[in-house]
């Protein structure tokens, strides 16, 4: 290393070895990188480009990304080669990747993002800001602001002081509802810990999270109480005052009802008008985890499945999900934002009429248990501008033809058989297929659905997944795994659909026997 000779700042020996020109540095190496995506992009959609390869083994790519003989030492910049080098890196993380942006592609709840999520997150990394402060956040903070005012406007909540917040995924935004819950309803808590022995009430096909959100906020596991579901999925709202009824019983102070929009497995809503009224009969706070289902709030044909939304006191949405902004875009969405700094900020342990807690915060991270926070909102932001309430509509609305199409065709096809409620309530699609059409067993179906999404996978054409029924571990039954089917991006037309049941029947023919 060379010893600059002057000071470091009338010095330009210094800066010229770290940043000798970031404008001309910038150009050689974002530039190239763009003009490759956008030659895969085209590649993909002309057939020529893979939805990726499946690895047996996970280690195997530890030589397949020079990862084993990885050297730190010398920086590649001090090479000629430098940007050519990183373009060959880059490319070969590109090559041993998912290809999300293959119609293959419906694995998981997201789908692949589009040019103007790809150019949101360009900005943001340019901005390179922190959107905890107005004083270095300004534009993001007031757009996070506004576009969340407008989001929860879409679920009913449409009061002056009504908006939201993102957190970094579904689970946080989730956890933040239940931690939002105990601090505004038993204010003492943010100062003495649980003070009750609290009770939560979620169905049994409710996301993991609601679970991890009691772990983590000292309520322990065992004091959620799993509601059983109807035939469609759908939380019995029956069962659920009977719970609260018998944990009051038991000595436990109700807290909170999640109810899911959307379903992980089977992606059912849960009757929300019928449960607003039981949560505000017992006091609880009534939270949406709108996750993945929330966004059907931009289908003409499928919102009212949202009917009740606006009696939640919060609900999750999740754009990262059901509208290809790039992940991770969460919002939690309230009718009163004034709640997060009143739950979330030190300033104001418990005194909730404080002059402070009515003001409008502009500090965003003043209203979150965090501190650095991405701006997530501005992606969303890019994308609603760009693509309207009319394109999203037509997004979501695209997705449950497609969707039901699939279930349609697939019932109608000897082997298949649906186990989703139709009409279909969200856009995943969970079926078993039997090759000779027979009658198989919880294994011997377990076993069949392994080996086609295995070689589905492997064919580099279509990546799905498979899930146990939800219901098998409270029935003690084994009906074994099924396929879900998420059909939920605007790339997916009938005729991917149809080539997938062609593939399905295909490689069905080669399922070995299970012994
Ligand atoms: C995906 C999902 C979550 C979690 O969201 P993340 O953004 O993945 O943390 C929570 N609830 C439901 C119903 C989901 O589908």
Redo the contacts with the bound molecule.
Sequence with gaps: MTVPQNSPNSSPGLRSQLEHNRAKEMEELVIPTILLIIQQIKDTDEGKRSLGVRYEDPKMLYSILNLDKLSLEKGLREDVKAAEKLLATVKSILDNSVNTWHPGFMDK?YASTNPIGVLSDIVLSVLNTNSHVFTVSPALTVIERKVAQKYAALFGFTGENAGGLTFS????S?ITSLHMARSLLFPETKLEGNTHKFAIYTSVH??Y?VEKAAILLGLGANSVFKIPVDKRGRMLVSELEKTIQETKNKGYTPLYVNA?A???VFGSFDPFEDIAPVAKKYGLWFHI?G??GGNAIFSAKKAGLLAGSHLADSI?S?P??MLGVPT?C?FLLVPNDRVFTQANSLSAPYLFHNAQDDNENFDLANGTMGCGRRADALKFYLGWLYYGTNGYSERVDHAYTIAEYFTEKASQTAGFTVVSDTPLQCLQVCFYYSPDNQKLTGAERTHVTRHIATQLHGSGQFLVDYAPNPDDSANNEDNGEFFRVVFNSPIVSSDVVDQLIDKIVEVGKTVPKLN
């Design positions: 709840l995924g579904g689970s946080w989730n409710s996301h999270s899911t959307g379903t992980t985890d996750s993945w999750t999740n990262h999900k991770t969460s």
